[in-house]
């Protein structure tokens, strides 16, 4: 199946650099570490202005976070190329993953991108957020990765099971996406069944599923029932 790209997503905050993004995905990668780190761990430190870390892991933990802050996309992957991971304690190693990866994944370097991801993915297999960081970066660093965008969100969505929580919605989205892309809306709407029941969906995500069961039905001529959707999530937009 040959899979083609329409517009990315418009990214409304955050940097230029990560415009295409999806907003939802983006604010919960940067927001949410994979490890299960809290925000006292992480403590930004001043920066050492000759960008030297004194210990590892958590001195270079620290510094990346400042960097990342920065958006200094490039001082960050210099520090990782200088600086191996592999022996880290796994709870400090995944933190470390999920930074290098954002950092390759904004800095178009899909190929690092993909190979830390995979690392993490070994380590944590049954976790969605890294197959939807996967999907992204095939998304935005490669032009010939179609299929294995798909798969990837196919997995998160798998792994996310029937959750409400915003990885399955973020696949289920970039799915349905993806096949109306395609000109295949009569997938995208199957995969977007599964919100019929609409009940416990928080109304941001809500809009977000209307309007791709709008486009999916647009794409298949059925302009009245596309309206419909959009004119629904129209109005949960309403203050």
Not at 55 to 80: C, G, H, Y
Not at 113 to 127: D, G, K, M
Not at 175 to 197: C, M, P
Request: charged letters at 25%; glycine letters at 4%; aromatic letters at 8%.
């Amino acid at each position: 199946m040959k899979l083609s790209h329409s517009p990315p997503f418009p990214l409304r905050a955050f940097v230029s650099s990560c415009e295409k993004i999806p907003l939802p995905l983006l604010v919960s990668l940067l927001l949410t570490p994979f490890s299960g780190l809290h925000a006292a761990d992480l403590q930004t430190p001043a920066l050492n202005t000759r960008g030297i870390v004194a210990n590892e892991p958590t001195e270079l933990l620290s510094q990346v976070s400042a960097l990342f802050k920065q958006r200094d996309w490039k001082q960050m992957t210099q520090i990782f190329e200088r600086h191996s991971i592999q022996d880290w304690p796994k709870k400090e190693q995944l933190e470390a993953f999920r930074l290098k990866s954002l950092a390759f994944t904004f800095s178009k370097r899909g190929v690092e991108a993909e190979s830390t991801i995979r690392e993490a993915i070994q380590l944590q297999p049954e976790v969605p957020d890294w197959w939807l960081l996967l999907g992204e970066n095939f998304k935005l660093n490669f032009t010939d990765k179609s299929a294995d965008e798909l798969s990837a969100y196919q997995e998160a969505l798998r792994l996310s099971g029937k959750s409400l929580g915003w990885q399955r919605f973020s696949a289920a989205i970039a799915i349905a996406k993806l096949y109306t892309d395609d000109a295949n809306g009569a997938e995208a709407l199957k995969v977007l069944d599964a919100f019929v029941d609409t009940h416990g969906i928080p109304s941001n995500w809500l809009i977000k599923i209307l309007r791709a069961q709008g486009h999916a039905l647009a794409s298949l001529g059925q302009d009245a029932p596309a309206a419909a959707k959009f004119r629904e999530a129209l109005q949960l937009e309403k203050p």
